[in-house]
């Protein structure tokens, strides 16, 4: 029989840190190196050798604040994500998100739940440009850094441009963040990151360095301005970049693009050959192989060679044979040098291979992703946001499926949540989103002081609210099974209150510290914490039902069962147990193992307690967790 009273220190209320998986991954590689959990890094130096590098031979990007910045990607959150239902949209259907909070501590948070589930990501961080870098960076207490700065507007802070950590501030705010977004990847997962020139090379050596140079696939260039800015110093520029890496790029396949009428029109039959329409490809090549050099004769009994310096691309062998199979063109008259025809019907794939450019005549350009919001928002009240057609060319690009999980941690506007929802109407999908954003409080500007936003959070869900109702009517019967909601979280600090000695009267914190839980948190509250931090999805379904008046919730199909009341007397202990036992069997009767969670403090004795966990264990449940 286990009866467990979880504190803020308990696994359970923390978020997962990677560090465990990595030491599993390197025991499983060298079971030697690893003792009693830990890692013996004079005996793994005996096994690789000679291939142990030297600190001064090492290359890579260097800067102060690394270290710290890489232990805060593994040092556990103390926070939670409270839910919030009256901002949300078709709560108890969507399986989309909305993550009010700083992207650091919720990404610890999501770990659990969503570690390699994630298809794919796009981000579009601060620019650093010296005017829009806000994030906390005291990684100490990174949920009480947060709540200062969200509760006071004036601790939002610039990146100034003349400071002399301008670029070390950077880096060190994306690297945790980075490291932490890997392990959402699936296998087969793709990370799309806008950027523009101040920060790109240092971006590219960072996604070397965690994401792994051998799974970089490409910098796109997006042409973001359709025209010139004659009042530029020096050059107008016109584009930024989207680096493009790959979780495993042996597990990645790119998504290629539907096939235009123009690049079809490159296709012919004048031959009118039964394998359909064709184009002729040269067949000569530069790489020089004494055995592709020989005379071809033409119908008309014209000898043709090769170039000068090149050859044929085929052995005389294999050129017979693809002219025995009419595969070989020689013009009109029969008279011209010689080509291969390519079948449209036969090419190695399907559709077209995307450009390293995107277009703006394809994706979108700045001024039509600020009337996107605009038209929709009924005012200007948002700066810089993507076109939904670049997120849309991303979204193929990354191979996505029906049911991916599109991730999106800088969320700004929620463009890609839109975006989502505009695939997902157009090819009958039930992709997932899940947006994460910063409450920055917004510009007071003319227009958004009219409408009444106040944070960037308030216009990213009012803009999927209206975008989602509009795609819906457009898509008409097509769209009536169309998810266009979305679950409202916002981080705070964990539900366990947190012992903290450092005060002036210690008596009273020993006093306040025996009831654990904080004053005005919800049976939800508690509830979709434990579902956090035990690794279950925030979209799924917490079942309810009532025993002896209290209520009980299934959470994960049976694994987990929670009663959140804050009183539970003696007499309604054997039938509130009997009654969990018996649900229990009923979700999951072939004995799966299951835990109970309770809040201690309801229980009036600890004769109770033993009482209550003392049934549980009799029919099958040996484990109590009290918070």
Request: charge should be negative.
């Amino acid at each position: 029989m286990s009866y467990e009273k979880l504190t803020s220190s308990s696994p359970e209320a923390q978020s997962e840190s990677p560090v465990a998986d990595h030491v599993n991954a390197l025991a499983s590689l060298f079971p030697s190196v690893v003792r009693e959990g830990k890692v013996d890094f004079d005996a793994l130096r005996q096994m690789l050798g000679d291939d142990v590098a030297k600190d001064d031979e090492l290359f890579g990007l260097q800067w102060k604040g690394k270290a710290q910045a890489r232990r805060a990607a593994t040092t556990p959150s103390l926070g939670t994500l409270r839910p919030c239902k009256e901002e949300s949209v078709d709560w108890d259907t969507t399986k989309n998100l909305y993550l009010e909070g700083d992207n650091l501590e919720v990404l610890k948070l999501l770990r659990k739940s969503y570690a390699g589930k994630v298809k794919m990501i796009y981000i579009d961080p601060p620019y650093n440009t010296g005017k829009e870098f806000v994030y906390p960076d005291n990684y100490q207490n990174g949920i009480e850094e947060y709540k200062k700065l969200t509760g006071q507007q004036g601790r939002f802070k610039a990146n100034a441009e003349t400071s002399g950590r301008y670029h070390t501030d950077w880096l060190n705010m994306m690297y945790p963040r980075l490291a932490l977004a890997k392990d959402l990847l699936s296998d087969n997962g793709v990370i799309f990151i806008s950027i523009d020139d101040h920060e790109s090379a240092n971006l590219i050596e960072l996604c070397n360095e965690i994401i792994g140079e051998a799974n970089f696939i490409a910098q796109l260039i997006w042409e973001r301005a359709y025209s010139p800015k004659n009042d530029a110093k020096f050059i107008s520029n016109s584009h930024d970049y989207v680096l493009m890496y790959s979780k495993k790029i042996d597990r990645f396949e790119l998504g290629r693009l539907e096939r235009t009428d123009e690049a079809n029109a490159r296709y012919s039959n004048p031959d009118n050959d039964s394998r359909g329409a064709w184009k002729p490809s040269d067949l000569s090549v530069k790489t020089y192989n004494a055995s592709c050099d020989y005379i071809i004769k033409t119908p008309s009994g014209r000898e043709v060679e090769p170039p000068a310096g090149r050859c044929w691309s085929l052995s005389k062998k294999a050129f017979l044979e693809r002219l025995q199979d009419n595969r070989i063109w020689f013009g009109a008259n029969g008279d011209s040098v010689p080509c291969l025809k390519r079948f449209l019907a036969e090419l190695k794939y399907e559709g077209m291979a995307p450009t390293s450019i995107l277009f703006y005549k394809e994706v979108g350009h700045t001024q039509e992703a600020s009337k996107e919001v605009a038209t929709l928002l009924d005012a200007s009240v948002f700066d810089g946001p993507k076109p939904v057609r670049l997120l849309k060319r991303l979204l193929k690009l990354a191979n996505t499926d029906k049911n991916s999980i599109i991730f999106d941690f800088f969320s700004g506007s929620s463009t890609t949540a839109h975006a989502v929802m505009q695939l997902n109407s157009e090819d009958g999908g039930k992709r997932q989103f899940i947006m994460v954003q910063l409450p920055e409080p917004c510009e007071k500007k003319n227009e958004t002081l009219r409408t009444g936003y106040e944070t960037i959070c308030d216009i990213a869900k009012e803009r999927i609210r209206r975008a989602g109702k509009k795609i819906k009517e457009e898509a008409g019967l097509q769209g009536q099974h169309l998810d266009i909601g979305f679950r409202v979280y916002k981080l705070d600090s964990s539900n366990l209150r947190v012992w903290n000695p450092e005060v002036d009267d210690l008596e009273l914190a020993l006093g306040s510290h025996e009831k654990h839980l904080l004053p005005g948190r919800t049976q939800e509250d508690l509830l979709y914490e434990i579902l956090l931090k035990q690794g279950i999805e925030l979209t799924e379904d917490a079942r309810v039902r009532d025993f002896e008046g209290k209520h009980v919730y299934s959470l994960g199909h049976g694994q987990y069962y929670a009663c959140m009341e804050t009183v539970i007397s003696s007499d309604q202990i054997e039938s509130l147990a009997l009654g969990i036992v018996q649900w229990k069997n009923e979700e999951s009767p072939d004995n799966t193992q299951c835990a109970v969670f309770v809040i201690d403090e309801a229980f009036r004795s600890d004769a109770d307690k033993l009482n209550f966990a003392k049934i549980l264990e009799q029919h099958g449940i040996p484990s109590v967790k009290a918070l």
